[in-house]
C-alpha cells in the first residue's frame, strides 16, 4: 500500500470517529448499564479466562483477560490476582544456558542493551536468590479455606454432566435457588437452618452484602471472589456464553448466582469480603514505562537464540514459490493440520516419493456443527473464535451396513449399562462383585500386563464393526436432513452450492494452489489413548479439541462435487477431470493415516495402493521419531508401531504422546521454505503463496485467524510449564475426574484449567517442554503484513504486549531479507547468513537499520 493510500485511510477513521461515539452514546441502554451489579460482575470477571469442558479442550491463554497489558505486567498482576508465577524458575534458565539453548551474545546483547554488565552466572544467582525471598508462606486464611472447600462442593455437585447417581435435587430452578434449598440440610453455612434463612434471591444476597462497602470497591471484591476458583469461574463464564449448551439449557447458572452464594458463604463463615491488603492492591503494578524484569530479560535473549536457529532453517532463495520444487505432477497432495505434529509426519511422508504435502487450520475452513451417527449431540467443529454455519450430520448411506454395526454396538452399550447399573446399585453391588470378580479381576490383569494383546484384540473387534465413514456421508443438502424441526434450526442444515463454492476457493487460495494431483488427501487429526481424561487435549485444537475426519470429509465432498468444480474452474482453478479428493485422519498417537477411499474409482486403486503402502513406511519412520523423544535411545522403525499402539491401548500410560508440547513457532508461507528440513516437531506450518494473494486477504484470514488460536496454545503450554499447580492441572496420578466436566487434585477443591505435568516434563526433574513464546514467520512483503496490522488492533496488541514473542518477515520482494517488527508498526532489518549457520545460531539485530511501516 502506497503511502498516500494509508494517509487515506487514517484521514477516513478520524473522520469517522466522531460519528462512531454518537452511536456509541444513542445505542440502547444495557442491563450493565442500568444494573451495577451487572457491570461490576461483567468488569470482574474479564480478567478470568473461559475453561471448556475436559470432554472438549480448548487450548487458550490462561490470561487472555490481560492481553491489553504488555507482558511482564500483565504476569506481574496476574501473580496478585491468582498466586501464579509468570516466568521459568531460575533453574530451568540454567538448564537452558548450560545446554547451550540461549546464545552467550545474544544474552549479552540484551543485558547490555539494559545497561547490566553482570556476568550470567551471577545474575543465575541473583535469580535463585530472589526466589528464595519470594517463596516465603503465605499467611494461611482457614475461613477463606472453607469457603473453597465448600463452595467446590456445591459447585460440583450442581454442574454434573450424569456422572452422579444421585443429582442435587432442584437444579432446574438454578444455582442460587437449588443451592438455598438444600443448604440448610449441609451442616456447613451457619446460622441456616432453613432456607427462609438466606435471601430468597442472587440479587438480595449481593446487595446485603455489597451494600456494606463502596460502590468503588465491588469490582475489586468481585474480582478477587472470581480469581479464588477461576477453574469453576471459567467453567461457568463459557457454559453461559455457549448458546447451545444442553446443560446450560436444562440447568443454568450465571456468574451472579455464583458470586452471591460465594459471599454468602463468606459472611456467614466470617471470611474476608474484601482483601487484607485491598489499599495495597490498588497501587500495585509496574509504571507504563517500567522496563521488564530480568527474568524477561533472560527469556527474550531464550527466544531470540531459538529465533536465529530458526531462520537459519529458512531457505532464503525462495522468492516465487512457482519457480521452486518439483516441475513434474506430484504423485499425491497430502493437506494437514497445522498442529506440531503434523510437521513430522508430513517430512516422513516427502520422503517417500514425489508427494506434496500443505498445511491448512484443521477444520478446513468449515465452521460446522456437527453430528455423527448415533451420537447422543453435536459439537462445534470448530475454533471457539468462529461461529459455526452450517448443522451437518452423518447420513446413512447402507442399511445393510448400518443393521450389521447397529448389532455390534448395540449389544456393547447394554452390557456397559447393565454392568454400570450393577456396580452402582446399593443392593447388587455386593452379590456383583462376589459373583463377577473373577472375570473382571481377569479382565484388569490381563489389560494392566499385556496391553499389546488388548490392542490387538481390540483392532480385531474394529474391523468387524463399520466405521462410520464406511456407511455414513456427510448430509450436506438441505434434503438431506430428516429432522427439520432440530434445535439448531437457526443454523442453516447442509449448504448452498454457493457457500460450498466459497470454501473449496477459500482453501485452495489460503494454500496457494494451482496444480493438482490425481490424488488429493484432507487428512484431519485425532488422538486414540486409553483411560486418559484429557485425550481430547490431544485432538484437533481447531475442531475444538474434537476429531477433524468430519471436517475433512466434508471439505473432500465438496470438493468431489461437479458443480463445484465446474465453477471453481470458472474462477481460475484448474482442477483435471482426473483428480479424486479423499479425507483420511491421521491418529497422532500412533502416527497411522486412516484414508476414508469411498470415493475413489478404479481407475484411482493403483495409486491409492501406493499410497497406502508409502503411508506405512512413513508411519513407521515418524512413530520412531515420536519414541526417541520419549525414550533414551534410537528406536528401530520396525518395533516403533508396536510400541506406540502399545502405549496408546496401556491404560496405565500417563504419556501416550506428547501432543503439542515443544511448540515454539508458526511458520506462515511455501513449503519449500523448509521441506529440507528438521523441525523436530516445534514449529505450526501454514501454506501461504504470496504470488497467488495480491490483495492480501488469504493472509489475513491466516493472521486474524490461526496465528491467534496458535498464539493461544503456545501460551497455555507456556504458563501450564512455568507453573503448573496454577495453571496446569498437576500430576495424573492424584488427579480426580470430577461430573463429566474436568479434573481436581484429590477428592474436591478447584476445576484444574490447564494441561497435567505428564504433557509437559520427562519426569518429576527433567522438564520437555521449552516455555517459550511463539516466534511468527511470514513470508510475504513486509507492507501487506504492516497494513493487516493496521488493520485488526486485536491482532497488533498481542505483538506488541509481547503475546506472541516475535513477529519477523521474511521478504520475497527484497531478496528474502527478514524484518523483525518492533512495536508501533515498524520494522528493523535481522543481520543473518543463510548459507552457513554459525555456532548457537547466532544473529544480531542491525543496529540502526531500520524500516518504517509508514514509508
Not at 535463585?128 to 462442593?153: F, H, I, P
Not at 456447613?188 to 462497602?213: Q, W, Y
Not at 508401531?641 to 503439542?660: F, H, N, Q
Request: hydrophobic letters at 35%; glycine letters at 8%; a negative charge.
Amino acid at each position: 500500500m502506497s503511502k498516500q493510500t494509508a494517509q487515506d485511510l487514517e484521514r477516513a477513521r478520524a473522520e469517522q470517529a466522531p460519528q462512531q461515539r454518537d452511536q456509541a452514546a444513542d445505542r440502547p441502554e444495557t442491563d450493565s448499564d442500568r444494573d451495577p451489579i451487572a457491570a461490576t460482575i461483567e468488569r470482574a470477571a474479564e480478567r478470568v479466562g473461559s475453561v471448556w469442558p475436559l470432554y472438549s479442550f480448548v487450548t487458550a491463554n490462561p490470561l487472555s483477560g490481560f492481553e491489553e497489558q504488555p507482558f511482564h505486567r500483565a504476569v506481574d498482576e496476574a501473580e496478585r490476582l491468582f498466586g501464579g508465577r509468570g516466568y521459568p524458575h531460575p533453574d530451568v534458565f540454567r538448564t537452558a544456558w548450560e545446554r547451550g539453548q540461549i546464545d552467550p551474545d545474544v544474552l549479552a546483547a540484551e543485558l547490555e542493551a539494559r545497561g547490566i554488565d553482570r556476568d550470567p552466572e551471577r545474575l543465575l544467582e541473583e535469580l535463585a536468590e530472589a526466589e528464595v525471598e519470594a517463596t516465603r508462606d503465605a499467611e494461611s486464611d482457614g475461613a477463606t479455606e472453607t469457603v473453597d472447600r465448600v463452595l467446590s462442593k456445591w459447585l460440583g455437585a450442581f454442574l454434573d454432566e450424569g456422572q452422579a447417581k444421585w443429582p442435587m435435587p432442584n437444579r432446574e430452578e438454578g444455582f442460587y435457588a437449588a443451592w438455598r434449598s438444600v443448604a440448610p440440610y449441609g451442616g456447613d453455612v451457619p446460622g441456616c437452618d432453613d432456607p427462609s434463612d438466606l435471601p430468597e434471591t442472587a440479587t438480595e444476597a449481593l446487595e446485603s452484602i455489597l451494600d456494606e462497602h463502596p460502590e468503588s470497591r465491588w469490582v475489586d471484591i468481585a474480582e478477587r471472589h472470581f480469581a479464588a476458583l477461576p477453574g469453576w469461574t471459567g467453567f461457568i463464564k463459557q457454559r453461559v456464553d455457549d448458546d447451545t449448551d444442553p446443560w446450560q439449557a436444562e440447568y443454568p447458572i450465571a456468574l451472579r448466582e455464583y458470586l452471591a452464594v460465594r459471599l454468602t458463604l463468606a459472611d456467614r463463615l466470617d471470611a474476608p469480603i474484601e482483601s487484607p491488603s485491598a489499599d495495597e492492591d490498588s497501587d500495585t503494578g509496574d509504571g507504563e514505562d517500567a522496563e521488564p524484569p530480568l527474568p524477561e530479560i533472560w527469556l527474550t535473549a531464550w527466544e531470540k537464540s531459538y529465533r536465529g536457529r530458526l531462520l537459519e532453517q529458512i531457505d532464503g532463495s525462495v522468492t516465487d514459490p512457482a519457480d521452486a520444487g518439483e516441475t513434474s505432477r506430484p504423485a499425491g497432495q497430502l493437506v494437514f493440520c497445522i498442529d506440531t505434529r503434523s510437521e513430522i509426519v508430513r517430512r516422513h511422508i516427502e520422503q517417500q516419493g514425489n508427494y506434496e504435502t500443505h498445511g491448512y487450520a484443521g477444520f478446513f475452513g468449515v465452521p460446522m456443527r456437527y453430528q455423527g451417527y448415533d451420537a447422543t449431540a453435536s459439537v462445534d467443529a470448530c475454533p471457539p473464535i468462529v461461529e459455526p454455519e452450517h448443522r451437518v450430520v452423518d447420513r446413512p448411506d447402507d442399511e445393510e451396513t448400518v443393521t450389521k454395526r447397529d448389532r455390534w454396538t448395540g449389544l456393547a452399550k447394554v452390557t456397559r449399562k447393565h454392568f454400570k447399573r450393577l456396580k452402582a446399585n446399593v443392593v447388587a453391588a455386593f452379590p456383583f462383585v462376589e459373583g463377577g470378580g473373577a472375570a473382571y479381576g481377569s479382565a484388569m490383569a490381563a489389560r494392566t500386563l499385556a496391553p499389546s494383546a488388548i490392542a490387538s484384540l481390540e483392532n480385531a473387534v474394529d474391523e468387524r464393526v463399520p466405521s462410520r465413514h464406511e456407511f455414513c456421508s456427510p448430509a450436506l443438502e438441505y434434503a438431506d436432513h430428516e429432522d427439520h424441526t432440530h434445535a439448531d434450526h437457526d443454523l442453516p442444515q447442509g449448504m448452498s452450492l454457493e457457500a460450498k463454492v466459497e470454501y473449496a476457493e477459500n482453501a485452495f487460495a489460503l494454500m496457494g494452489w494451482t496444480d493438482f494431483a490425481r490424488l488429493v488427501v484432507f487428512a484431519g487429526h485425532a488422538s486414540r489413548t486409553t483411560n486418559n481424561p484429557f485425550d481430547s487435549s490431544l485432538d484437533c485444537g481447531a475442531c475444538a479439541g474434537n476429531p477433524g475426519g468430519p471436517n475433512a470429509r466434508v471439505l473432500a465432498t465438496i470438493c468431489n462435487d461437479s458443480n463445484v468444480q465446474a465453477e471453481l474452474r470458472e474462477r481460475g482453478f484448474h482442477i483435471p477431470d482426473d483428480t479424486v479428493f479423499l479425507a483420511g485422519e491421521h491418529n497422532t498417537t500412533t502416527d497411522e493415516i486412516e484414508l476414508f477411499d469411498d470415493a475413489v474409482p478404479e481407475t484411482h486403486r493403483e495409486d491409492l495402493e501406493q499410497l497406502r503402502a508409502d503411508l506405512e513406511r512413513a508411519q513407521a519412520g515418524a512413530a520412531a521419531e515420536r519414541l526417541e523423544s520419549m525414550t533414551d535411545g534410537e528406536v528401530d522403525p520396525e518395533a516403533a508401531v508396536a510400541e506406540v499402539e502399545r502405549r496408546a491401548a496401556d491404560w496405565a500410560e500417563t504419556r501416550p504422546e506428547w501432543g503439542l508440547a515443544g511448540n515454539a513457532s508458526f511458520v506462515i508461507g511455501p513449503r519449500e521454505l523448509t521441506d529440507d528440513e528438521n523441525l523436530d516437531g516445534r514449529a505450526f506450518l501454514h501454506s501461504y503463496d504470496w504470488t497467488t494473494d495480491p490483495e492480501g486477504e488469504a493472509l489475513e484470514a491466516i493472521m486474524t485467524g490461526p496465528l491467534v488460536v496458535t498464539q493461544w496454545i503456545n501460551n497455555q503450554y507456556y504458563f501450564a510449564t512455568v507453573d503448573n499447580r496454577v495453571y496446569g492441572s498437576g500430576s495424573k496420578v492424584t488427579q480426580s475426574p470430577l461430573g463429566n466436566v474436568g479434573v481436581v487434585q484429590g477428592n474436591g477443591g478447584d476445576l484444574m484449567t490447564g494441561l497435567p505435568l505428564q504433557s509437559l516434563q520427562l519426569d518429576d526433574d527433567e522438564p520437555y517442554h521449552q516455555p517459550l513464546r511463539l516466534t511468527a514467520v511470514v513470508h510475504a512483503p513486509r507492507e501487506r503484513v504492516t497494513e493487516i496490522l493496521r488493520r485488526h488492533d486485536d491482532v497488533e496488541r498481542l505483538v506488541d504486549n509481547g503475546w506472541i514473542g516475535d513477529l519477523l518477515v521474511v521478504d520475497p520482494q527484497r531478496n528474502a531479507e527478514a524484518f523483525r517488527y518492533r512495536g508501533d508498526l515498524e520494522w528493523t532489518a535481522v543481520s543473518q547468513s543463510r548459507t552457513a549457520a554459525p555456532a548457537r545460531g547466532r544473529e544480531q539485530e542491525q543496529g540502526g537499520v531500520s524500516a518504517s511501516a509508514r514509508d
